[in-house]
T-cell receptor, first 112, second 117 residues
């Protein structure tokens, strides 16, 4: 069975600093996608970044970037220049066969 | 980009009554939609996969007769919680994927907070 593990229930970072959220996954598929979603207090799920497994280059979206280690099945999210608006739950998810498998989430706290 | 509209955003109902939640894809056709349930401070739990024109596929442990799913058109899926009880109180979220989008990903509705009293 596919699994996604987020081992950090909560992380905190000083505003303007950099923080990395960890995620590991397990899949037997050769072709799959990986995602990071953000869920702020409004509870709207927002796509932060996606990574296609066949692409070796790490995805980047402005202040958000990933460190994708396919052999290690690791997919961490780095948030640079953290802002107060980044405070939220962050969920890592994998997708193959058009179904998302979710991690337990990491609560990110931004200290002003 | 793809937009999914979910209504209502919150609902309070009496125990024993039924509640319908709607999920619409506004600018794309969704042959498949997903229904999730989320308990406080927990991750999303997939309840069922809704397929247009056919029966939904329910996850193990989800009562089909309690959570009725209808996906009658390419832009609308509904979840009806029948004979609701306080333990059904939760946050329900729908999701869909635009199969024609160049950017592979899933779009989520804003969720429905159900409170059964």
């Amino acid at each position: 069975a596919q699994t996604v593990t987020q081992s950090q229930p909560e992380m905190s970072v000083q505003e303007a600093e950099t923080v990395t959220l960890s995620c590991t996954y397990d899949t037997s598929e050769s072709d799959y996608y990986l995602f990071w979603y953000k869920q702020p207090p409004s509870r709207q799920m927002i796509l932060v970044i996606r990574q296609e497994a066949y692409k070796q280059q790490n995805a980047t979206e402005n202040r958000f970037s990933v460190n994708f280690q396919k052999a290690a099945k690791s997919f961490s999210l780095k948030i640079s220049d953290s802002q107060l608006g980044d405070a939220a739950m962050y969920f890592c998810a994998s997708d193959s066969n058009y179904q998302l498998i979710w991690g337990a989430g990491t609560k990110l706290i931004i200290k002003p | 980009g793809a937009v999914v509209s979910q209504h209502p955003s919150w609902v309070i109902c009496k125990s024993g009554t039924s509640v319908k939640i709607e999920c619409r894809s506004l600018d794309f056709q969704a042959t498949t939609m997903f229904w999730y349930r989320q308990f406080p401070k927990q991750s999303l739990m997939l309840m069922a996969t809704s397929n247009e024109g056919s029966k939904a596929t329910y996850e193990q442990g989800v009562e089909k007769d309690k959570f009725l799913i209808n996906h009658a058109s390419l832009t609308l899926s509904t979840l009806t919680v029948t004979s609701a009880h306080p333990e059904d109180s939760s946050f329900y979220i729908c999701s869909a994927r635009d199969p024609l989008s160049a950017n592979y990903g899933y779009t989520f509705g804003s969720g429905t907070r159900l409170t059964v009293v």
